[in-house]
């Protein structure tokens, strides 16, 4: 405002100054055409300005005159907030991005139980796509009536836990809802679907351990209980001894459970190393010496062996694993069966050691759980044979701690093929 003041009172000054000099009217004329540029020198500035405004984030033009003092502080007020602004959206995105990374669903919800948001995560869990669900009642889109239930409820102390079928497949969820804000709501779902595997796995364990040891204890306590009972004249030397021997078959077999359930959890429990190197020949050697004695002559041996072929490992383990697979091929091949043990390297560079036998062979559908512990296809045989339920459970646990492969290739009544195979990176020699 005083910069335009003083231009007019120049141009007074001169149009007074010239025209006491040349007559009045050219003063007059003088003063006029200053005031008619300064008109036209601002329409130009408004012009640019005008054109400035349509692209507002760059700097204002230069030499603006007057209006330098007032679009300066604009544009640093919109800088200030343009600068605030990104630091905000930089600060949502951060958030989002955490809530996108949480190992846990999110899942926002207005006060009329809305879908706004939910995570990656909630959409795998539920099955929910954002962009068709949103705005939609989540009563509608989570359909379980046990859900309905709990989120009529006016509080939530706790979660529920949710059985979901998803994808084909069945999905545990623990659902817990919480209120925020002004009326609104937090649902964070947790995939609890392995947790209640595990736990399922270890009830069923410790209720199969129960079982397997308990009849041989009610068979021993019941042998225990006759003996103390019956007067000692009225048993026969021979009833004695028969009696003696059936104990000593239940502790062995509870010895031998007790035994396959520690070396199982020592599977488990103790780190995988890589071992070193182990003359499989030697081990393969000393199991078909056993086998030849727990066999009695019974089955013809076929013997296939690499002398000097090694790989890396921790010798007991492969020991165990060895003579699992050849003990169970003599306790289910009948008499006079042939038994094929084989160790050599495969074309790719694998070691294998194989037992094929020509003995009762496996139906397709056990195939499968012969690995689960005390699975057994015919209890009453692998009980008469001194089995366990347990030897293919460790020799798995063996080969995955080697990275060796066990396959199983049986046809029932035509007996069968189990195979350990070493990767090339476990050679030794
Ligand atoms: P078990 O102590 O009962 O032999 P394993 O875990 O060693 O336990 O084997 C599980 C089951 O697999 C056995 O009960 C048996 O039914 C079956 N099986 C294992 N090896 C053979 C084989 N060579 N021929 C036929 N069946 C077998």
Redesign the pocket.
């Given at each position: 405002m005083i910069k335009t003041l003083i231009s007019i009172g120049l141009w007074a000054a001169l149009g007074w100054l010239i025209g006491s000099w040349l007559g009045a009217n050219i003063g007059w004329g003088l003063f006029s055409f200053g005031l008619v540029c300064m008109i036209l020198v601002s329409g130009l500035q408004l012009s640019r300005i005008s054109r400035w405004v349509k692209d507002i984030e760059s700097p204002p033009p230069p030499s603006l005159g007057p209006w330098d003092e007032v679009l300066a502080p604009i544009y640093r007020k919109l800088r200030k907030d343009r600068d605030n602004i990104a630091m905000m959206q930089r600060h949502v995105d951060g958030i989002m991005l955490a809530a996108e990374a949480l190992p846990d669903g999110a899942i926002t919800l207005n006060e009329s139980m809305q879908l706004t948001w939910c995570n990656q995560t909630a959409s795998e869990h539920i099955g929910l796509n954002l962009e068709t669900d949103r705005n939609h009642s989540i009563l509608n889109i989570l359909r379980a009536p046990e859900f309905a239930r709990y989120a009529r409820q006016h509080q939530w102390p706790g979660p529920i836990l949710l059985h979901l079928q998803n994808d084909n497949q069945e999905k545990s969820l623990l659902v817990q809802l919480t209120p925020y804000g002004v009326g609104q709501f937090l649902i964070v779902t947790r995939d609890v679907t392995q947790v209640e595997k595990l736990e399922t796995t270890r009830k069923d364990f410790v209720a199969n351990v129960s079982h397997e040891l308990r009849t041989p204890l009610t068979v021993l306590s019941g042998f225990l209980e006759t003996l103390r009972d019956m007067p000692a004249e009225s048993l026969s030397a021979e009833q004695k001894a028969r009696y003696q021997n059936m104990m000593l078959e239940q502790a062995q077999r509870m010895q031998a459970i007790v035994a396959d359930l520690l070396t199982l959890s020592t599977l488990e429990s103790s780190p995988t190393a890589s071992g070193e190197p182990v003359e499989m020949a030697d081990i393969i050697h000393k199991a078909l010496q056993q086998g030849q004695i727990l066999s009695e002559g019974q089955h013809v041996f076929v013997e296939n062996i690499a002398q000097d072929l090694c790989v890396t490992g921790i010798e007991t383990e492969l020991a165990s694993a060895v003579s699992?697979l050849l003990t169970?091929?003599i306790?289910?091949?009948p008499k006079d069966g042939t038994i094929t043990v084989s160790w050599y390297l495969t074309e790719s560079g694998h070691a294998c050691y194989s037992?094929q036998?020509t003995?009762?062979?496996?139906a397709s559908q056990?195939l499968p759980r012969?690995?689960e512990r005390f699975?057994?296809?015919?209890r009453g045989?692998?009980r008469a044979?001194g089995?366990?339920?347990?030897?293919?459970?460790i020799t798995k646990h063996v080969a995955m701690r080697h990275n060796a492969e066990l396959t199983i290739h049986?046809r029932f009544g035509a007996g069968?093929l189990?195979s350990l195979t070493f990767p090339p990176s476990r050679l030794a020699r």
């Amino acid at each position: 405002m005083i910069k335009t003041l003083i231009s007019i009172g120049l141009w007074a000054a001169l149009g007074w100054l010239i025209g006491s000099w040349l007559g009045a009217n050219i003063g007059w004329g003088l003063f006029s055409f200053g005031l008619v540029c300064m008109i036209l020198v601002s329409g130009l500035q408004l012009s640019r300005i005008s054109r400035w405004v349509k692209d507002i984030e760059s700097p204002p033009p230069p030499s603006l005159g007057p209006w330098d003092e007032v679009l300066a502080p604009i544009y640093r007020k919109l800088r200030k907030d343009r600068d605030n602004i990104a630091m905000m959206q930089r600060h949502v995105d951060g958030i989002m991005l955490a809530a996108e990374a949480l190992p846990d669903g999110a899942i926002t919800l207005n006060e009329s139980m809305q879908l706004t948001w939910c995570n990656q995560t909630a959409s795998e869990h539920i099955g929910l796509n954002l962009e068709t669900d949103r705005n939609h009642s989540i009563l509608n889109i989570l359909r379980a009536p046990e859900f309905a239930r709990y989120a009529r409820q006016h509080q939530w102390p706790g979660p529920i836990l949710l059985h979901l079928q998803n994808d084909n497949q069945e999905k545990s969820l623990l659902v817990q809802l919480t209120p925020y804000g002004v009326g609104q709501f937090l649902i964070v779902t947790r995939d609890v679907t392995q947790v209640e595997k595990l736990e399922t796995t270890r009830k069923d364990f410790v209720a199969n351990v129960s079982h397997e040891l308990r009849t041989p204890l009610t068979v021993l306590s019941g042998f225990l209980e006759t003996l103390r009972d019956m007067p000692a004249e009225s048993l026969s030397a021979e009833q004695k001894a028969r009696y003696q021997n059936m104990m000593l078959e239940q502790a062995q077999r509870m010895q031998a459970i007790v035994a396959d359930l520690l070396t199982l959890s020592t599977l488990e429990s103790s780190p995988t190393a890589s071992g070193e190197p182990v003359e499989m020949a030697d081990i393969i050697h000393k199991a078909l010496q056993q086998g030849q004695i727990l066999s009695e002559g019974q089955h013809v041996f076929v013997e296939n062996i690499a002398q000097d072929l090694c790989v890396t490992g921790i010798e007991t383990e492969l020991a165990s694993a060895v003579s699992n697979l050849l003990t169970n091929a003599i306790r289910y091949t009948p008499k006079d069966g042939t038994i094929t043990v084989s160790w050599y390297l495969t074309e790719s560079g694998h070691a294998c050691y194989s037992v094929q036998d020509t003995g009762i062979g496996i139906a397709s559908q056990d195939l499968p759980r012969l690995t689960e512990r005390f699975y057994r296809v015919d209890r009453g045989r692998s009980r008469a044979t001194g089995g366990t339920g347990l030897g293919l459970a460790i020799t798995k646990h063996v080969a995955m701690r080697h990275n060796a492969e066990l396959t199983i290739h049986s046809r029932f009544g035509a007996g069968s093929l189990f195979s350990l195979t070493f990767p090339p990176s476990r050679l030794a020699r």
